[in-house]
């Protein structure tokens, strides 16, 4: 199930507006917040840095993979909408590492 779920994505078989909107921006925003969240709270409890830093970048791959399956299924479908978020999702990556 869970390799369907990546593969479905990455081969672009889910709509590009589910794509981005449900999956990138509700889902992979609510993770980073998740782990951001947990990592601060790590933070305070004073543990090992290490610790910290890996909970709070462990979204990076997932977030790099969405960006990618966007860009994958906006290039199959065409269009200035595609363009705009495939640039939404690039904009988006970039926000999630930085923060």
């Avoid at 999956?23 to 610790?51: E, F, H, R, Y």
Wanted: charged share 10%.
């Amino acid at each position: 199930m869970l390799a369907g779920f990546f593969r479905s994505r990455w081969h672009g078989y889910v709509p590009l507006d589910r794509l981005f909107w449900r999956d990138m921006v509700l889902v992979g925003t609510a993770i980073n917040i998740a782990s951001s969240a947990l990592a601060l709270t790590l933070l305070g409890l004073k543990l090992p840095l290490w610790l910290v830093l890996t909970v709070h970048l462990l979204p990076v791959p997932y977030n790099i993979f969405l960006a990618l399956a966007v860009w994958r299924t906006a290039e199959k479908t065409g269009g200035a909408k595609a363009s705009m978020l495939m640039l939404g999702s690039a904009l988006w990556l970039i926000a999630t590492v930085v923060a």
